[in-house]
């Protein structure tokens, strides 16, 4: 399969979080037998491109806040890409959630409904609270829907981040499919369920922060860190010899 045909997915890249995307990327590629393509949104080379160009946000949660509604255009406005935020663990196959789909949908995701335990999150960043939280954090767009297609980058950088992250620009509510919450289950949110959710989002913070080392699914990340590293080292030792 040519790396054209092989499913996209974008993810936040915050250069504060790296080892929470290299960790998110590898349970992605593991769990798919590399059958990926996982792309990091990194806001400076989208600022250098000239596709991001609103004023630096220093009240912003991370720095892909909003340049996560350009993903539709950056896989070429075609078919069904998926984004999602860095502090993720996949625990399942990604290519799964691409099964079934509705064309008629401009977007699917996990509708969370839920008022936020914590009130900071991560690294100390103030917890918000607004309409559709959590939604626009693992987005199943389909680039071939009108509503998607109006998603270019004069549109992100002008509008407001509310009208973004509340899908305002969806002009019927009936376009926003609904995936079951193991999807994106938000640890800290909600009871820890018998069995493991396919997709685990630290939304308050996650083990690469000294204060997270004990929250639930901690084992599961550590794990998959490990597994990290102990393939990246393979590699320097292949490139070295």
Same mark, same amino acid.
């Given at each position: 399969?040519?790396?054209? &045909? ?8 915050? =250069? ?43 009240? /912003? ?10 993903? !539709? ?6 078919? *069904?890409?998926? @984004?999602? +935020?860095?502090?993720?663990? @996949?625990?399942? +196959?990604?290519?799964?959630?691409? $099964?079934?789909?509705?064309a =008629? ?6 509708? %969370?409904?839920?008022?936020?335990? &914590? ?6 960043k &103030?917890?918000?609270?607004? !309409? ?12 071939? %829907? ?6 270019? !980058?004069?549109?992100v950088?002008?509008? =407001?981040? /509310? ?9 019927? $509510?009936? /376009? ?8 994106? @289950? ?5 009871s ?14 996650? !083990? *690469? @922060? +000294? $204060? *997270? ?5 901690a +084992?599961? *990340? ?7 590293? $102990? ?11």
């Open positions: 399969m040519r790396d054209a &045909q092989l499913p996209k997915i974008f993810v936040g890249y915050d =250069s504060r979080e790296d080892i929470a995307w290299q960790v998110c990327r590898h349970s992605l590629l593991r769990h798919a037998d590399n059958a990926l393509n996982v792309i990091p949104l990194r806001q400076p080379a989208l600022r250098e491109l000239g596709l991001y160009t609103r004023s630096l946000d220093t009240g /912003a949660s991370t720095e892909f806040s909003l340049t996560r509604f350009l993903t !539709p255009y950056l896989a070429g406005l075609h078919g *069904w890409v998926l @984004f999602c +935020d860095c502090d993720f663990l @996949f625990t399942v +196959d990604v290519r799964n959630v691409f $099964e079934g789909l509705d =008629s949908k401009a977007l699917y995701c996990v509708q %969370h409904e839920y008022t936020p335990a &914590q009130q900071v999150k991560m690294d100390g &103030q917890q918000a609270v607004y !309409p559709r939280k959590n939604w626009s954090s693992f987005m199943l767009f389909n680039c071939d %829907h009108p509503d998607v297609r109006s998603l270019t !980058p004069a549109v950088n002008s509008v =407001s981040p /509310a009208f973004l992250h509340r899908f305002e620009w969806i002009k019927n $509510e009936s /376009a926003i499919g609904a995936l079951d919450l193991d999807w994106n @289950f938000l640890e800290g949110e909600y820890k369920p018998q069995k493991t959710p396919r997709v685990i989002h630290f939304t308050n913070g996650g !083990p *690469w @922060f +000294d $204060e *997270w080392q004990n929250c639930d699914y +084992d599961l *990340w550590l794990h998959e860190r490990a597994l990290y590293l $102990e393939a990246n080292a393979e590699r320097d030792v292949r490139v070295a010899a």
